[in-house]
T-cell receptor, first 111, second 114 residues
Framework: EAGVAQSPRYKIIEKRQSVAFWCNPISGHATLYWYQQILGQGPKLLIQFQNNGVVDDSQLPKDRFSAERLKGVDSTLKIQPAKLEDSAVYLC?????????FGPGTRLTVL | AQSVAQPEDQVNVAEGNPLTVKCTYS??????LFWYVQYPNRGLQFLLKYITGDNLVKGSYGFEAEFNKSQTSFHLKKPSALVSDSALYFCAVRDAGTASKLTFGTGTRLQVTL
């Protein structure tokens, strides 16, 4: 079974620039999550989708972050404009029942 | 609000010795509990979960965890540690009654030495 795919794996940008991350979940998984993991901390949920609807985006900084999941499969997470404190690993995960399966993550460095 | 505490930033153990990584949780309803492992430059890998039933849960790579409702704990254990077990371990909890988010602890670094 193929896992959760994410791209790019690494991204370096300057502050105030824009960036987008892509995620392809495990086939058939209705629930998709974006987590932010800052160095030395546990992952923090940014947004949770059930099919193409948003279930929880309470911790998403909506003034600069946006996410969509068109057609209930792939998802993109965008940051515009980026700040220094956005430097982190962005993890995508999907689940069907219970367990979450994570992709390799995108390491973002904002200079 | 749900939360997870991992009181140890790092656990050091010699290869061949038993290991324990501690986790306590707080959730309003019944808990679903998880352990994940993270190797350098890699994503989180699922180790094991407690949903219901037997309090002792067995998972991947010889790891197991014991759910203790009275102590609200879900400690990760392995009878004999390997150097290759060295990694970052995260405990996580979600409320069983809702489609709630999975809340992670801050992680415990396990260092296994020869």
């Amino acid at each position: 079974e193929a896992g959760v795919a994410q791209s790019p794996r690494y991204k370096i940008i300057e502050k105030r620039q824009s960036v987008a991350f892509w995620c392809n979940p495990i086939s058939g998984h209705a629930t998709l999550y974006w987590y932010q993991q800052i160095l030395g901390q546990g992952p923090k949920l940014l947004i949770q989708f059930q099919n193409n609807g948003v279930v929880d985006d309470s911790q998403l900084p909506k003034d600069r972050f946006s996410a969509e999941r068109l057609k209930g499969v792939d998802s993109t997470l965008k940051i515009q404009p980026a700040k220094l404190e956005d430097s982190a690993v962005y993890l995508c995960a999907s689940s069907s029942v219970g367990s979450l399966f994570f992709g390799p993550g995108t390491r973002l460095t904002v200079l | 609000a749900q939360s997870v505490a991992q009181p140890e930033d790092q656990v050091n153990v010699a290869e061949g010795n038993p290991l324990t990584v501690k986790c306590t949780y707080s959730v309003s309803g019944n808990p679903y509990l998880f352990w994940y492992v993270q190797y350098p430059n890699r994503g989180l890998q699922f180790l094991l979960k407690y949903i219901t039933g037997d309090n002792l849960v067995k998972g991947s790579y010889g790891f197991e965890a014991e759910f203790n409702k009275s102590q609200t704990s879900f400690h990760l254990k392995k009878p004999s540690a390997l150097v290759s077990d060295s990694a970052l371990y995260f405990c996580a909890v979600r409320d069983a009654g809702t489609a709630s988010k999975l809340t992670f602890g801050t992680g415990t670094r396990l260092q296994v030495t020869l």
